[in-house]
């Protein structure tokens, strides 16, 4: 009799166990993966002066990621302040010589052009000391730091960020599943120990093309991540609303 109550007792405490995994979804990978990785390269060859941030970093848009050596890009810019504020004086110092008729019409045409080149020339000059400083074009989180301060780089990635809100769990599902989702549907999506939570994500993306040799489609959810509270890189399971 004591037998048969531990019995009873150990099939009472498993059944809502039992009614959750009917809901899972059968999948043949879950996982989650950052919504997007932007690898930073600099746009000219040079050497690092500064880079401020380190892996692991959360970093928002427009924050300086990393400056490069600009000494001579700041002398040009100076300078080409310098002629475009002269030029500008002897336009308007000229004004008063034109109006009394003791310029020609050719003579204020060439100050003027000179003023406009000297002042498109300081355009030239602040757009390329501006590329010495890269910005973060996302909010994200800092994957990789390639290089230090005083290191020579080109093209190769120097900062590479992930974008962590949302979050896209990436889904593989048997073809025989195919008809069985929308774009739009709203599922749940339980993580593993040790963080053992679960969470609503949407259905953003179904493949319309079916891989004929595994007899698969993939599927995308989109995962909001406020604060980053759930990592990128954890396996999944789906849990379907019924």
């Known amino acids: 009799m004591k037998n048969k109550k531990i019995i009873l007792v150990s099939f009472l405490f498993l059944l809502p166990l039992t009614t959750s995994a009917n809901n899972t979804v059968k999948t043949l990978g879950c996982m989650l993966e950052p919504s997007k990785k932007v ?38 810019v100076s300078l080409a302040q310098a002629k475009a504020n002269f030029a500008e004086r002897s336009a308007k ?39 010495r400083s890269v910005y973060s074009t996302v909010d994200g989180v800092v994957i ?40 739009g549907q709203t599922m749940t999506i339980s993580l ?20 004929s040799a595994s007899g698969t489609f993939r599927m995308r959810l989109e995962l909001p991540n406020k604060n980053y509270v759930i990592p990128a890189g954890v396996s999944c399971q789906l ?4």
């Open 192 to 211: 593993p120990f040790p963080i053992n939570s679960s969470h609503e994500a949407k259905i953003t993306i179904i493949d319309p093309i079916i891989d």
């Open 39 to 76: 690898a930073v390269s600099s746009p000219i060859a040079s050497v690092i002066d500064n880079i401020p941030v380190k892996r692991g970093q959360k970093v928002k848009k427009n924050q300086l990621l990393f400056a490069l050596r600009s000494g001579i890009e700041s002398a040009n």
């Open 93 to 131: 110092r000229n004004e008063e010589l034109y109006g009394d008729d003791l310029l020609s019409s050719h003579e204020r045409d060439e100050i003027e052009t000179e003023m406009l080149v000297a002042a498109m020339e300081l355009k030239v000059k602040k757009e390329e000391l501006a590329m």
């Open 239 to 242: 849990i379907d609303h019924i």
């Open 144 to 183: 990789e730091r390639h290089n230090n301060a005083g290191e020579y780089v080109s093209t190769n990635p120097v900062v590479e960020v992930a974008v962590l809100d949302p979050l896209y769990a990436e889904v593989l599902m048997p073809f025989e599943r195919f008809s069985d989702f929308s774009t």
